[in-house]
């Protein structure tokens, strides 16, 4: 006798054929329920694609009480997760769980969301519905320390909490962002002991503990991981580069690297106003600038001069005076020249000191 088909499974090999669609399983087990309660998930998940609708909501269309649609989803909650030993069931709950070893067991909600269902507004309603059946996944609120995050049913919130507690302390001990080998090397020093890869897991839902847009990780609050004035973002963009930038160059990678806000642009001159006035930078050339922690001190050239000369203490060569003031500043050779001959006294053959 031929065996009769199951509907459920053939609609499981279709959507691993193609890749798992949480929508069109929930749509299988909403075959099974009543009318009405097909149409209360619909509105409340956003299955028809428009926006989620309230308890409140949904009762006033129905003239019930936000209690009885609350008891009505519980219900279909109840209902599909009963069928748990059906394909599509297991797919759906693989599928997730999944996801989330691959995460060393947590993940973020809005990461969790992007994985497993896209933009699709109708796929996210019908993980967020699965989500509710399922007993070896739940979701665990944000804190302080925190993002809002899913875990596997015997994930271990407080072996979380040890590491972010450790990391917590190493940057009130650290004077800037560090690289992720340096944070885990600091780590381990304080007696962290799980795998490279779960610690940074842990890190990457933390709400205290960051990455900047140039993978170094710090407090989040922190200038280098969360800039916000133009002064802040061009001082975390010279001091990635390492080297003097022209304040044109300074604009497009504040662009360039995510730290502006998205849908607005970086203007080169405002780049140039709020640099000028601020001793943290030093403008070394035209449009140039550096960091002053880098040895490079305001002022002209002549200034500059003056400031080698008075720190050296006696007479001092030509060419090692050249030398100098190209560690602090981008100027011609003949520009040196020109102030030594025409504010110093020289001494001797081609020695000058401050004139007296």
């Known amino acids: 006798m031929k065996s009769q088909a199951n509907p459920i499974l053939e609609k499981s090999q279709k959507m691993t054929e193609k890749g798992f669609s949480f929508s069109q399983a929930l749509a299988s087990f909403m075959e099974g329920l009543s009318p009405r309660t097909r149409d209360i998930i619909s509105a409340r998940f956003a299955l028809g694609g428009g926006s989620v609708k309230t308890l409140e909501e949904i009762g006033s269309t129905y ?52 994985l497993v269902a896209g933009e699709s507004k109708k796929e996210q309603g019908a993980v967020t519905f699965f989500l509710e059946c399922f007993r070896s996944i739940r979701m665990v609120k944000e804190t302080p320390v925190r993002r809002r995050v899913f875990v596997l049913a015997d994930f271990s919130l407080e072996a979380w909490d040890d590491v972010q507690a450790a990391v917590e302390k190493i940057f009130a001990g650290a004077d800037h962002a560090l690289t992720e080998a340096e944070l885990f090397k600091r780590a381990q020093k304080m007696g962290v002991k799980i795998e490279k890869k779960v610690f940074f897991d842990y890190l990457a ?29 061009a001082y975390l963009i010279l001091k990635m580069h390492g080297s003097p930038l022209h304040f044109k160059d300074i604009a497009t990678r504040i662009d360039k690297s995510g730290l502006q806000k998205k849908g607005k642009i970086t203007h080169p001159q ?72 025409t504010f110093f006294e020289k001494v001797g053959k081609d020695e000058y000191t401050v004139k007296r």
Request: proline share 2%; no cysteine; hydrophobic share 40%.
């Open 63 to 114: 003239g019930i009480t936000r209690e009885r649609i609350r008891q009505i989803l519980g219900s279909a909650f109840s209902a599909v997760r009963h069928q748990r030993e059906h394909p599509l069931f297991k797919e759906a709950v693989a599928t997730i769980e999944t996801v989330l070893r691959s995460h060393s067991g947590i993940i973020s909600y809005e990461e969790l969301f992007t």
């Open 205 to 233: 839902v933390s709400a205290s503990v960051r990455k900047n847009s140039f993978g170094r990780f710090g407090l989040a609050h922190s200038s280098e991981i969360s800039p916000r004035g133009t002064r802040e973002k």
């Open 270 to 341: 405002t780049v140039h106003n709020e640099l000028i006035k601020d001793k943290k930078f030093v403008l070394i050339g035209r449009g140039l600038y550096a960091l002053a922690e880098w040895g490079y001190a305001r002022g002209t050239v002549r200034e500059v001069l003056k400031t080698i000369l008075e720190q050296h203490r006696a007479p001092m060569a030509r060419e090692d005076i050249v030398a100098a003031v190209a560690n602090m500043r981008q100027v011609k050779r003949s520009t040196v020249i020109i102030n030594l001959n």
